[in-house]
């Protein structure tokens, strides 16, 4: 029964089937996919409009970053790159820095990394080097410097001659960057620091660039002088040789090895022992340090976490981008992949999975969080950049940094979790296909799944925003912003509401918008005065905080930041109503709101219930309401998605590609599989073929 | 300012740091973290008792895996393994079957794979050979095969002279297994079958072990006999020379390429042209294809898709165990790992995160999870292993196969979608640490992920569940299970409720249990009802269910499952009062699947409220109510996770392990880094280092 083989094997390319070519995609021959073609021919509104609201002020810089992505091929998202061991990834992310380093590109990052919106991150495959010495670093010395550190340190950074990290997180501590234990202990005698490792605990653990290819670092370190602990500062420190690249005496540093995602990054490690830097490399523009030792602070203290700040908005602000790359690619293949012959029309064609309700629940409402989460960043945006102006301009004034603080940990956290979740649910949406690395879904969602916890863990930044709403309610704050005046008077906001409740009517949305602010407000005062009356029994801050009411002040943060969420893309709207022409689409972009308050109320509304704003039917209303508006969006699904304007030359995905190309293009993928190079596995016939043959 | 490297470069290591020791744990010391002690001193029950609860009838061959594991280091899971590209994994794997079938495990998995109830595959690291050989493969060629057929393969595949592997999915078609498109024409003339691909999407795409191991395959292929189609079948093909393991003629076969997890895994892709295999090797237990080409069927035809049935049981099966290894390793951390001086006690010590109330909200229903995941999958495992004897037995009462597809593959996706996603949070729970491949969580997870789309999707399994019920209900069928018998009368469960109402407690279980059953009642009495009302107006079938109710029909099997599957937890302990022992262990039981039921109302109880059962304050209730347990539990989550009996052997984790270790073994771990190799990263000195010294 046993067969052999013969040397002359059949091997079918795509080109084996002809009969193939009319009912689907082929990126190989530029045919767009016919059900892709059909989706296109429904949109009703104007797409550059679209766009450009996406995009806001930095539409400019988009086009230009795309364009410059578009022409050179080595900044083309590669498909092999999925198939790359780390040490590929590295060169293949070298040569992107090679590539882009002779463009515009790094340009216009280099002047100031953050002034432009968008940063190259999210249109490259995996993460480059110097990402973290024009991020973080450079907020270092832009923003903790004095005037003569910022130009030196600036001008190196600049020209790219040296290569910085930033090094804050240790083995033992990540949030609670106050206890970080490394030491710069001033030296009188010879003007310098001298930089310790006390504890195993105290090694420098996670910081990008740092395991290979930084040769500075702004680290963070005790400030000990004549044996006081001044707390946590800034010191730039040179860790590896400008000519060699071999790591300083004293030190001890390397990769931290492989992890979920972000493997073409050396995240690293370093311990120091006895390294000294002169006094001046400490960064000095809100704490100083004079030549005798004595220490000086000037401004507010947080100001040393802006550096943090300024990097939570722009996890803040770019959340709806990758977001938005998931839904175009779990959107596109949606509409060209088909399954099941449940259509009455004709029984041999096959359902779009687009076509059934429980896919318009995976793909619609992701749509409307990239919506959401792009209309609603413009206010705290606005408000963050005018306050960073005034301060640039030499403002003193840092009262603004509390509620910026407050929306900007809240928002990075609220959204990273939601984008994050959502990626996943995108994936899962495709089927097999979406466990396949060249579907593009898995490395996008591997690289964002660290945003959940850097920069400031969620868990924590919730409380921490939270915080601001009940540390201020409680001792009667008046709250300023057009946003957060609800908090002045919660009572009012569900107390004799029976006129409102009767003619509540979901299909609106500023009902909508009402419930949102209802449940926040009912919720907070709720939690506030159950805290308050267990205070009284003389329960400490840290027990009632940390043992009791924890897990409420996150459900209160997260409840909070749906109603601002809202609450800021409408206001979007509003501000831009007369310069927005296309009615179609303002309808559409109400309808995504809509949509996005309502998934929140169907996430968790019992506390409306509780207060007697919903009774019973409500359920079924928002239910029915949801159905609605979800199979009104359908027609305009792959426009909507497609007005995100990213380029096959960005997402490098088998399934999501302009060509609605799914079939052919995954096979090619497959065909180029690093083991298919040989016949046989490696090791398979030292190890199985024996198995096989009997002789094991 | 620039400094220059000396040659004798100082390389710490945790030696460095003798005073270290005192207050954590070490693997290479053998020494407890005296946090993790603490811990376990609380326990206040029987863990053996657990122990044996959790597995079972398997419990003694549990044990023995263990024991062969912990015996053998080549079968020991490897750190390493997280750094090694593909091609090394692979080989990795087949170390293990090599070293495995020297052992006795191999021999009871040989036998008959199901027969135990666990596989091997939750005790190694990654995916190893003749997995799917062993199972699936094997699942064929025993349950729908004639019995001289069943002999001759069992013979082949026992003694491991064939590796065989099941082919079912195409490029095309995976849920729509009735649309596959490959073909078996039968030749009356030689006697054969011959096997064709006749488009590009009917390539067969991701039988695991099909890229680059097997030599057979079990094809589902259609049975075409003198142009008459006669729908989907099985067949045994060659594919793959046995001396030299290259394919044979007319085959196109390689590997699929990366994935998100399954690396070491060759799934593949397969195309044929006119393969023949002779008419004897098509299984003939249910379909028989005579010499003439007579086509006969014997028994319903739905248990074709028993290999199915059988993998899906191992899917419901053990998925508390792959959730219970991330709890473990997630609890391990949480109780070694301190953050923020909170504590009231002594501002020096920071509090350990479980003594976080958002963190114990974090692990505790996590436990709670694998606790009624194993519990309740009593019942049903058990009405499944009785059909499946009687079956053998040679009975023809196929009526069980109802209400067994109905409940598996309800609870296949309801299980595996909820280990999926808590497991994901579980390692958010971690900080950066859950990011490190090094902690293990990650490859869990990836591996994982593959279980809510393969042996049917999830949202495909949701709806099919739905419809037993659905379609029953609608014809007053009667249900006999007493787990369904709510069933028989909807409106009973949630009308007249006053009394009941006003004395809801939910501290106690029952109630929970009874609002889980009202809320499914409900729901499902009004989806139907609400259908009914639509079909008058003469919607079409097809349309009411795929494009007007489908999302309820998810939302409807997942409320009905919730409340089976706390139904079926409480009927074991009811069922096993009398023989267990410990008190304790009995209410923590108990408090635990309260825990899960709670959870679950915290998820969704809107549609209680509208039905009038829930009212003003049961929210805060619920959340009352969940703290509480949650507080009772904590001091024995250590002690409950680690009566899971999993040993560092089957986990390795650099933050999981026995001993408390994290700084430790996380910074060895990543000093392992392949690319710390070399002093230089790859491609460095050639891309990078001319750019620092201003030549590029
Ligand atoms: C890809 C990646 C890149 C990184 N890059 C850098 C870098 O360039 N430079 C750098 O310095 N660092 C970097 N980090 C480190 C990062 O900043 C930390 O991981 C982050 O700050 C979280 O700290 P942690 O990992 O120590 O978690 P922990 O602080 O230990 O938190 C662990 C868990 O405890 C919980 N928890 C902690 N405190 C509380 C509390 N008070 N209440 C309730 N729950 C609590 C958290 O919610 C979390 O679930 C990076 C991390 C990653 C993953
Ligand atoms: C790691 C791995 C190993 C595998 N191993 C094997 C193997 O050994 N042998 C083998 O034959 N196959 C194997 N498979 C394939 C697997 O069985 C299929 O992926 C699975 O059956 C799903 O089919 P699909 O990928 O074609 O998804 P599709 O069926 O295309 O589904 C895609 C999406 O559409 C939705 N959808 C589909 N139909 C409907 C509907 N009627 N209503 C609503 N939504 C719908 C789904 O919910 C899903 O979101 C493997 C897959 C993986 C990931």
């Known amino acids: 029964m046993d067969k052999k083989v013969s040397k002359n094997k059949t091997v079918l390319t795509n080109k084996s089937f002809p009969q193939f070519s009319e009912a689907h995609g082929s990126v190989s021959a530029r045919r767009v996919n016919p059900d892709l073609l059909e989706e296109r021919q429904k949109c009703d509104f104007d797409q550059q409009e679209l766009t450009k609201i996406f995009y806001g002020s930095s539409y400019m810089n988009h086009k230009k970053y795309q364009k410059i992505i578009n022409d050179n091929p080595t900044l083309h998202g590669n498909p092999d790159y999925y198939d790359m061991d780390r040490n590929q990834q590295m060169i293949h992310a070298m040569k992107v820095v090679e590539a882009s380093g002779k463009t515009e590109i790094i340009e216009v990052e280099k002047d100031y990394y953050f002034k432009s919106e968008l940063s190259i991150a999210e249109y490259l495959q995996g993460q480059v080097p110097f990402a973290i010495s024009f991020s973080m670093f450079n907020l270092v010395v832009t923003n903790l410097s004095l005037p003569d550190q910022r130009v030196y340190w600036r001008e190196l950074l600049t020209n790219r001659r040296i290569m910085g990290c930033y090094a804050q997180t240790e083995l033992g501590h990540g949030s609670n960057v106050a206890a970080l234990e490394t030491t710069a202990t001033f030296d009188k005698e010879t003007d310098q620091f001298i930089i310790n490792s006390p504890t195993l605990t105290s090694a420098k653990f996670w910081p990008g660039e740092l395991g290979k290819f930084a040769n500075y670092t702004a680290l963070c370190a005790r400030l000990i002088?004549?044996?006081?602990?001044y707390g946590?500062?800034?010191?730039?420190?040179?860790?590896?040789?400008?000519?060699?690249h071999e790591t300083l005496p004293g030190i001890d540093a390397g990769d931290i090895g492989p992890k979920i995602g972000y493997n073409s990054k050396d995240n690293g490690f370093i311990i120091f022992k006895n390294v000294r830097i002169p006094r001046t490399n400490m960064m000095m523009k809100y704490c100083r340090v004079d030549r005798e030792g004595k220490m000086e602070l000037d401004g507010d203290p947080r100001l040393l976490y802006s550096v943090m700040l300024g990097i939570r908005v722009w996890i803040m602000i770019s959340a709806w981008m990758y977001l938005g790359q998931s839904v175009l690619i779990?959107?596109?293949?949606?509409?060209?992949?088909?399954?099941?012959?449940?259509?009455?029309?004709?029984?041999?064609?096959?359902r779009k999975l687009l076509d059934y309700q429980s896919h318009q629940f995976k793909i619609i409402p992701a749509i409307a969080q990239v919506v959401v989460q792009n209309l609603a960043r413009n206010h705290i945006n606005n408000i963050y950049q005018a306050y960073i102006l005034d301060l640039e301009k030499g403002s003193d004034n840092f009262k603004p940094l509390k509620v910026i603080h407050h929306l900007v940990s809240g928002l990075k956290a609220n959204y990273t979790q939601n984008s994050y979740e959502t990626m996943s649910k995108l994936r899962e949406s495709c089927g097999g296909a979406g466990y396949l690395s060249s579907s593009g879904l898995p490395s996008l969602i591997q690289e964002y799944a660290a945003q959940v916890t850097y920069e400031g863990d969620n868990t924590v930044m919730l409380q921490q925003s939270a915080r601001y709403i009940i540390d201020g309610v409680s001792k009667n704050k008046k709250y300023k912003e057009d946003a957060l005046t609800y908090l002045n008077d919660?009572?009012?906001?569900?107390?004799?509401?029976?006129?409102?409740?009767k003619h509540q009517d979901l299909s609106k949305l500023e009902s909508v918008l009402d419930a949102l602010r209802v449940r926040s407000a009912f919720f907070i005062h709720k939690t506030i005065n159950d805290g308050m009356k267990i205070q009284k029994s003389k329960m400490s801050k840290a027990k009632l905080i940390n043992e009791v009411f924890q897990q409420d002040q996150i459900i209160l943060s997260n409840y909070h930041l749906a109603y601002y969420s809202v609450w800021s893309s409408c206001h979007f709207l509003e501000k831009n109503k007369d310069s927005m022409k296309c009615t179609n689409l303002k309808s559409h972009l109400i309808d995504l709101i809509h949509i996005y308050g309502l998934m929140e109320l169907t996430k968790d509304s019992s506390i409306l219930y509780s207060c007697g704003y919903f009774k019973a039917g409500h359920a079924t209303l928002i239910q029915e309401t949801l159905k609605q508006l979800i199979n009104k969006l359908r027609p305009q699904t792959i426009s909507i998605i497609e007005s995100f304007d990213i380029s096959d030359q960005q997402i490098t995905?088998?399934?999501?590609?302009?060509?609605?190309d799914i079939a052919e293009t995954i096979l090619d993928q497959a065909r180029n599989s690093k083991l298919n190079q040989n016949e046989l596995a490696p090791g398979f016939k030292e190890h199985i073929l024996p198995i096989l043959q009997g002789k094991l």
């Open 330 to 350: 779990a959107g596109r293949y949606s509409v060209v992949r088909r399954q099941f012959n449940t259509l009455d029309s004709d029984k041999k064609i096959e």
């Open 225 to 229: 002088i004549d044996g006081n602990d």
């Open 232 to 244: 946590v500062q800034f010191f730039i420190v040179q860790i590896r040789d400008k000519e060699t």
């Open 653 to 660: 995905s088998s399934i999501g590609n302009q060509y609605g």
């Open 490 to 501: 919660l009572p009012q906001q569900f107390l004799n509401l029976p006129v409102i409740n």
